[in-house]
């Protein structure tokens, strides 16, 4: 295992040298967390240890679109011009798959002058890790990732079914849990396993969730760049083992009509790096004002942030009653019913889990966000709402029943903004509109079965 902290290029050479790498696959993320980028050879690389793109290719929606005109063009020039890519050595990692031998480095977005491109996922996150670095404190996360194995399928006017597995039958009802529905795909997860072995991935255990075809992969607890850059190089790799053994893996929040959403739960907590000492605990075990005012900063912000967490529109089909997902942010211990969740641990281990974002998210976006709510908690002083007991799920809805809501309610929140940067409030919420522009033109086949003859 390679010790990746403050991995240099000459260890990075090294490293390659090592594997006989000869081509590089050069990725950044953009805002839906897409891998951009170019694939060099090596000694292209080496010799330039970077890149250039034009600005706007961290900054395209789903669909691939740019806004036209707008406040987006008051942050990214409409003269189109370069970023300069630079590579992180510590996110080096072997290219299983590749016939030749091949590496992928994620990026680091910067301008002409130096500075990080501010709407850069992964210069929101290193933004507001460095608030919490000032303080002295670790930010420590842990995901838990839930996708849908489906049948191959390359009509999009279909619904989406369960793949076959080893029986050659596919799944027709709730299977949380067993062994023996796992073992259906045995061949997939032990190539998933080779690979994430090969590519160094903290992959912790592999579950199988409420719905057909439905897993979970739960990632060991690590400082949050890092895990976003694991979860994003998982979603690469899964997608590539999916199509390997003829089905697809999709990380839509809601793929299936009548089968329970997709969602990444965040278990998240502070470190004192003086000390070691878990924030959320006091010295006698109990929990502490720190504990109480960031669950106050999630509650009072994750509703402005639900166009970060719950990022398209099929996102807001999970976030039901009776889906699994929760509907507001009323938090409890060891209450899954709730958005926001204090699982039962020791003090050192204590720790918040967001219950709220999607697997649709960008792992960045998401994490960078989850934690600026909780940060706003602490520095504010928010107080939360008394510990719900009982069934959330008999409250009322509170967080946005919509894409075209959460993006109303992010733009109307500077706190948000100040904290996250204000250029990439403004990029995220103009290329989000774009995108919900683009599906209010598709018909759905419910408009034409109820609409049709009967209005």
């Known amino acids: 295992m390679v010790v990746r902290d403050n991995f240099t290029f000459s260890e990075l050479e090294q490293w390659l040298n090592q594997r006989r790498v000869t081509e590089i696959e050069c990725l950044v993320p953009d805002l839906t967390g897409v891998a951009r980028g170019k694939i060099l050879p090596r000694e292209k690389f080496t010799e330039d240890r970077g890149m250039r793109l034009p600005e706007a290719i961290v900054a395209i929606g789903v669909t691939g679109e740019f806004p036209e005109q707008g406040p987006y063009y008051d942050v990214i020039t409409p003269t189109d011009r370069d970023m300069h890519l630079q590579p992180d050595p510590t996110t080096v990692r072997i290219v299983p798959w590749a016939v030749d031998p091949t590496a992928q480095v994620i990026h680091d977005c910067f301008d002409r002058e130096g500075r990080l491109i501010p709407y850069a996922p992964r210069s929101v996150l290193r933004r507001i890790c460095s608030l919490f670095d000032a303080e002295g404190w670790l930010p420590v996360v842990a995901p838990e990732l839930e996708f849908y194995l489906i049948e191959r399928s390359t009509d999009p006017n279909q619904p989406l079914k369960p793949p076959r597995g080893r029986s050659g039958r596919a799944e027709t009802s709730r299977q949380a849990y067993s062994i023996d529905a796992v073992n259906e795909f045995d061949p997939l997860f032990e190539d998933i396993y080779d690979y994430c ?29 890092q895990l976003a850059d694991e979860v994003f190089f998982f979603k690469r790799t899964i997608r590539e083992t999916a199509l390997r053994h003829e089905m697809y893996a999709t990380f839509m929040a809601k793929p299936m009509a009548n089968e329970p959403g997709s969602a990444m739960h965040v278990h998240q907590s502070l ?15 109990s929990p502490s004002q720190e504990f109480y005012w960031y669950i106050g900063g999630l509650q009072r912000y994750v509703p402005a942030a639900m166009a970060l967490f719950a990022p398209y529109v099929n996102s807001y089909r999970r976030l039901a009653r009776s889906t699994a997902a929760p509907i507001n942010i009323q938090w409890g211990t060891d209450n899954r019913t709730v958005g926001i969740r204090s699982p039962v641990a020791n003090p050192s281990a204590r ?26 908690g602490i520095k504010h002083r928010i107080e939360p709402t008394p510990e719900c007991r009982g069934d959330a799920y008999l409250g009322e809805y509170g967080l946005p029943r919509s894409l075209s809501e959460a993006l109303h309610r992010l733009k109307e929140e500077p706190d948000l903004h100040e904290v996250l940067g204000q250029e990439f409030i403004t990029v995220y919420t103009e290329v989000k509109e774009i995108e919900h522009e683009e599906f209010m033109k598709v018909i759905s086949p419910w408009e034409r079965e109820h609409l049709l003859l009967h209005v």
């Open 197 to 225: 072995q090969q590519m160094e991935l903290n992959v912790d255990t592999l579950i199988h969730e409420v719905g057909a075809g439905q897993m979970e992969i739960n990632f060991f607890h690590d400082h949050p760049l």
């Open 271 to 285: 470190v004192d790096k003086a000390t070691g000492r878990n924030l959320f605990s006091k010295a006698d075990g």
């Open 351 to 376: 720790r918040i889990e967001n219950r709220v974002i999607g697997a649709d998210a960008n792992p960045y976006v998401a994490l960078a966000a989850t934690l600026a709510c909780g940060w706003l």
